[in-house]
């Protein structure tokens, strides 16, 4: 078999970059390789599923700013055969809070996402308590709401974008990659655990927390580890106000679903692997203190469920590594990395790599920055903001 591109990995950013290579005005002929079409254990489905634009890079502010228009669009533009692709998008904000000592950053995050033309609103503590009466909020320095962010359900999204891929002619096919063939600077195809072979032009690496895997098959080091991180579903008794999605800067992250809310408090100092056992003291231990000193109305909650998954962290500096190995396999593109905000990131990173590969360049957004040579470098390049 010969395909034009080969995608590894049919997740969100795997059919995401399907869709966009199959939408684009030249388009090109495109297999996903996916080994588990249940996705089991992929990242998408176990995502919290916000969708934010409160960045401090110009880069992941216009991700957001692409992306989140592309989500309201996204039902009617999936639609396939006249079915829609309902993602269940709650347009209900996002609010970032921070202590008195953090003020500056959130300031000039704000300033970059004005810059952007991003619609937010600064709060002072005592406009926060006005308009979240249940919160705690004398140790607060200031928050930051953006009305028009918010959250759907991933694996919506993925499903959407796979089935539109599908209807526009990528193929997918269940099987795993075991090998890459590569010579004279270039892939040349990719070998599956089902004795088949690929032959290819290009090969976009969109494994998630796998993509390290794929790149030593060609014997490329890049810093991208699975680190785990837990989804949990907690309710409380008495309702309290409608809650945004909340951020604070110790990294406690939730928002409401249901009955319920569904968050988490994220562990940087978490051993990397592909581990997927709950350890079931977490929530009690990290995640309620912080939700019970926040909101009283916590102290008394009820966890109903813990699911782990994993991030695809790129230890450099928390950002995607989008592009070629430059230099070494010119054909041969990562698109991985995403350190936890992929999904949102799904549809403008989903566009950009097919305008590198058909285009020969970005045409839409920008995302030089965001490539292998600040890794090759070690030159880091962060959000400042609280991430
Ligand atoms: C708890 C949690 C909460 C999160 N919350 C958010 C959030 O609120 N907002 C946000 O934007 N992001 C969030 N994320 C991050 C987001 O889930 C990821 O960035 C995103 O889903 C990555 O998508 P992906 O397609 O790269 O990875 P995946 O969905 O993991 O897909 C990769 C696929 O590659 C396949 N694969 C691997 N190796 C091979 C091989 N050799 N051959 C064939 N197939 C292979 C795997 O089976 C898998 O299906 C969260 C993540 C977690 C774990």
Redesign the pocket.
């Known amino acids: 078999m010969r395909t034009d591109v080969v995608v590894?990995?049919?997740?969100?950013?795997?059919a995401a970059a399907a869709y966009f290579l199959r939408s684009h005005r030249k388009p090109c002929t495109v297999a996903v390789?996916?080994?588990?079409p249940t996705?089991a254990?992929?990242?998408?489905p176990?995502?919290?599923?916000?969708?934010r634009r409160l960045f401090s890079l110009p880069e992941n502010i216009r991700l957001s700013q692409y992306s989140i228009p592309f989500f309201e669009r996204f039902a009617t533009e999936m639609a396939v055969d006249g079915e829609s692709a309902p993602i269940g998008f709650k347009k209900n904000g996002y609010l970032f809070i921070v202590p008195p000592g953090s003020i500056e950053t959130l300031r000039a995050n704000v300033e970059a996402q004005e810059r952007e033309g991003v619609r937010v609103t600064w709060l002072e503590p005592r406009e926060i308590a006005a308009k979240f009466p249940s919160m705690r909020v004398d140790d607060l320095g200031a928050g930051v709401q953006s009305p028009e962010d918010g959250?759907l359900d991933?694996h919506s999204v993925?499903q959407g974008f796979r089935r539109k891929a599908r209807s526009l002619g990528a193929e997918f096919i269940a099987?795993?990659?075991?090998g890459i063939d590569a010579e004279r600077g270039a892939v040349r195809g990719v070998r599956l655990k089902s004795g088949r072979s690929i032959a290819t032009d290009a090969v976009v690496n969109?494994?998630?927390?796998?993509a390290k895997?794929?790149c030593a098959m060609v014997g490329w080091p890049v810093p991208i580890e699975p680190m785990r991180?837990?989804?949990h579903y907690f309710e409380i008794e008495d309702p309290i106000e409608p809650l945004p999605y909340i951020k604070d800067v110790n990294r406690l992250a939730f928002r409401p679903e249901g009955k319920g809310y569904s968050g988490?408090l994220p562990d940087l100092a978490e051993p990397r692997g592909f581990n997927f056992e709950v350890d079931h003291g977490y929530f009690e231990r990290v995640v309620w203190p912080a939700l019970a000193h926040r909101f009283s109305a916590f102290e008394r909650t009820k966890l109903r469920s813990t699911?782990p998954?994993?991030?695809?962290q790129n230890e450099l500096d928390g950002n995607m590594i989008i592009g070629p190995w430059a230099g070494r396999l010119e054909n041969f593109f990562l698109l991985?990395g995403?350190s936890?905000?992929?999904?949102?990131?799904?549809p403008g990173s989903g566009r950009a790599i097919a305008e590198l590969i058909l285009d020969g360049g970005y045409q839409t957004l920008d995302l030089s920055r965001f490539g292998w040579q600040r890794a090759a470098d070690g030159r880091p390049y962060r959000e400042r903001g609280i991430i």
């Open positions: 590894i990995g049919g997740g969100a950013i795997g390789i996916e080994r588990d996705y254990l992929a990242s998408t176990r995502a919290s599923g916000g969708v959250w991933p993925l099987d795993e990659v075991t969109a494994a998630g927390a796998w895997e794929i991180r837990y989804e988490g699911m998954g994993l991030y695809d991985a995403f936890g905000h992929g999904l949102m990131h799904a």
